[in-house]
């Protein structure tokens, strides 16, 4: 989403806490590019986020995602989509794919080239390797983030609904986060010179839709969930299954969960 677009009398660090507190007889809006209130008499629909619904309450929820690496096939669509949908500038990336070749003597050899945007084409590596598989990257919403606990000037944030954020109105763009970031998700804009990074397409979330990059891949190996949500489905296999986090020596305690990992995946 274009800087431009974002630009609003309230914004959404506003939005989100507004929001959390209950607005009680007036309630929140979003569509297009920004907020606005309305009277609740006026709200029809359930108000739970969904579809036809106008309320968003980001307390009510908490979203989780979960990256089956098994079903990734490298087609490089979840890439693509997050570029059109979040005007994503050329040779930067809010989420991209990692290919992994694993030898029999347990060398790691690892390629993402243009974010893995493009698909991959068939590589030849002088060595025995034993498998090879895509890995999709992305912000992992952290618990403990370390990116908005060295923030200078509170830019970056969590959002009640777990979302890690930055408000682009109070960002430097000094780059201590994208520095301090261990899964590499962040980078200055070009053009804004602020940290830019997935939101999980945010603007989407309050309107009851899913990520781009859910939406477009065509083997469900990404999947949004809501651990708030009663019986939500991906909760359920995160809670039942095998799942890894990257990087879990570090304790940021990542809403992003991988099935079917392979230890060699850093």
Not at 3 to 24: I, M, P, Q, Y
Not at 93 to 116: A, C, K, M
Not at 229 to 245: C, F, H, P, Y
Not at 250 to 258: Q, R, V
């Amino acid at each position: 989403m274009s800087r431009e677009n974002k630009k609003s009398e309230l914004t959404r660090r506003d939005f989100l806490n507004t929001a959390a507190k209950g607005a009680g007889a007036m309630a929140l809006v979003v569509f297009g590019g920004g907020f606005a209130f309305v009277s609740a008499n006026t709200v029809s629909g359930k108000g739970d986020g969904s579809p036809g619904s106008l309320k968003y309450d980001p307390s009510q929820h908490k979203y989780i995602y979960l990256v089956d690496v098994s079903k990734c096939i490298g087609c490089g669509s979840c890439v693509r989509a997050c570029e059109r949908e979040n005007d994503v500038p050329s040779h930067y990336f809010r989420t991209w794919i990692e290919r992994y070749h694993v030898s029999l003597t347990r060398q790691v050899f690892v390629d993402s080239p243009n974010g893995g945007r493009d698909g991959f084409n068939p590589t030849v590596i002088d060595a025995d390797i034993t498998k090879s598989f895509f890995v999709p990257k992305l912000c992992n919403h952290c618990t403990n983030t370390p990116c908005a606990q060295l923030c200078p000037v509170g830019a970056s944030f969590v959002s009640p609904d777990g979302l890690v954020l930055v408000d682009e109105e109070r960002c430097i763009g000094c780059s201590y986060c994208v520095q301090a970031c261990p899964y590499g998700s962040r980078f200055i804009h070009p053009e804004t010179h602020t940290a830019s990074k997935c939101t999980l397409c945010c603007h989407r979330l309050a309107k009851g839709l899913t990520t781009a990059c859910v939406q477009n891949c065509p083997t469900a190996a990404r999947r949004l969930g809501d651990s708030k949500k009663l019986g939500d489905e991906v909760t359920q296999i995160i809670a039942s299954s095998n799942i890894r986090v990257l990087k879990a020596e570090l304790h940021t305690e990542p809403k992003c969960f991988y099935i079917n990992c392979s230890q060699e995946v850093r």
